[in-house]
């Protein structure tokens, strides 16, 4: 099956402080990945699509200036979470359709804690 | 809008038999698909149903009937392995995005 990364898989930094989570599809090319964030004990929640080449695409309610997504090549997007605030604390989960496209596979996720 | 339901906890125990509900309201509906998620951990795909029936693999199964907007999840011979949260989720839209339910908490009791 195919492999998806993340990296960092946990961080923790103080608020106001910007921080970059980097997703890679690993044996497969991505054109299209996903960003989502869950909070304790609650669902997924699509944050944003992410497209190679282009701009991402943002769901109702996700602030792009705070969210900066940026899907470099193939096998690589990134989130930065700008001005990081306590709020922001969560499990943020990328994914990434490959063969039929029906199929996600997700990352391991990174676990954001702000100070 | 889109919006999925299915129930927040079930409890069964081991060797048992589950199945979990979910119905789901959208435009654009390609189809249906299952996610399991333990604790701290990434979703892992279970299954997905396009059309109508049931699709079987080893101890999972799931079941899609579109024109009542409706499928589940049948889990066999219940391991305590198994608890975990059990996510259903709409694949829809142009980009083939997933819409998550709230989830439902399985725990399994020996």
């Known amino acids: 099956g195919a492999v998806v990364s993340q990296h960092p898989s946990r961080v923790i930094c103080k608020s106001g402080t910007s921080v970059k989570i980097e997703c890679r599809s690993l044996?497969?090319?991505?054109?299209?990945m996903f960003w989502y964030r869950q909070f304790p004990k609650q669902s997924l929640m699509l944050m944003a699509t992410s497209n190679e080449g282009s701009k991402a695409t943002y769901e109702q309610g996700v602030e792009k200036d705070k969210f900066l997504i940026n899907h470099a090549s193939l096998t690589l997007s990134t989130l930065t979470v700008t001005s990081a605030h306590p709020e922001d604390s969560s499990f943020y989960i990328c994914s990434a359709p490959w063969g039929q496209i029906t199929t996600q596979y997700f990352g391991p996720g990174t676990r954001l804690t702000v100070l | 809008g889109q919006s999925l339901e299915q129930p927040s906890e079930v409890t069964a125990v081991e060797g048992a038999i589950v199945q979990i509900n979910c119905t789901y309201q959208?435009?654009?509906?390609?189809?249906l698909s299952w996610y399991q998620q333990h604790d701290g951990g990434a979703p892992t795909f279970l299954s997905y149903?396009?059309?109508?029936g049931l699709e079987e693999t080893g101890r999972f199964s799931s079941f899609l009937s579109r024109s009542d907007s409706y499928g589940y999840l049948l889990l066999q011979e219940l391991q305590m392995k198994d608890s975990a949260s059990y996510f259903c989720?709409?694949?829809?839209?142009?980009?083939?995005?997933?819409?998550f339910g709230s989830g439902t908490q399985l725990t399994v009791l020996p």
């Open positions: 044996d497969f090319q991505a054109t299209t």
């Open positions: 959208t435009s654009g509906f390609y189809g």
């Open positions: 149903n396009a059309l109508d």
């Open positions: 989720a709409e694949l829809s839209g142009s980009a083939r995005q997933l819409t």
